[in-house]
């Protein structure tokens, strides 16, 4: 979004002069930034205001879309936050090996166990 503006708003603001230099649907933004000091004086301050004036818009646009997404919130419930934390969310309904390694205290020897369930089921099947 704000690309699209800024070379909107260059194409709009830099001397009509000066833009014939680029080929049509070129990146002005990215093409002048190398030659901006190179330019002579009066040309230059033109193509500093251009781009000021093209990011000052780029501002504005982002400040309405904000101001929008605030205003949006407002008519919003506000919702109490769960403070109760549930432990066993995500693990199942049977109590595994890892579990009640994790139980015990020991996170290296339920990830040891772990691995060790999964060969010796894997040994399991291939018999």
């Keep these: 979004m704000g690309?699209?503006?800024?070379?909107?708003?260059?194409?709009?603001?830099?001397?009509?002069?000066?833009?014939a230099q680029f080929p049509q649907g070129v990146e002005i933004s990215y093409s002048v930034?190398?030659?901006?000091?190179?330019?002579?004086?009066?040309?230059?301050s033109q193509v500093q205001a251009a781009?000021?004036?093209?990011?000052s818009n780029i501002w504005i646009a982002v400040v309405i879309i904000g101001?929008?997404?605030?205003?949006?919130?407002?008519?919003?419930?506000?919702?109490?936050?769960?403070t109760d934390l549930d432990e066993r969310w995500g693990f199942?309904?049977?109590e595994t090996s890892l579990e009640k390694t994790l139980e015990a205290g020991t996170v290296r020897a339920a990830?040891?166990?772990?691995?060790?369930?999964?060969?010796?089921?894997?040994?399991e099947h291939s018999k």
């Design 3 to 19: 690309t699209t503006i800024l070379q909107n708003g260059l194409k709009s603001h830099l001397p009509a002069s000066f833009l």
């Design 33 to 44: 930034i190398p030659f901006i000091k190179k330019l002579p004086e009066p040309l230059r």
């Design 51 to 55: 781009f000021a004036k093209s990011i």
């Design 67 to 82: 101001g929008m997404g605030i205003i949006a919130t407002l008519p919003m419930k506000q919702m109490k936050l769960h």
């Design 92 to 94: 199942g309904t049977g």
């Design 111 to 123: 990830l040891d166990m772990e691995g060790k369930g999964e060969k010796e089921s894997g040994e």
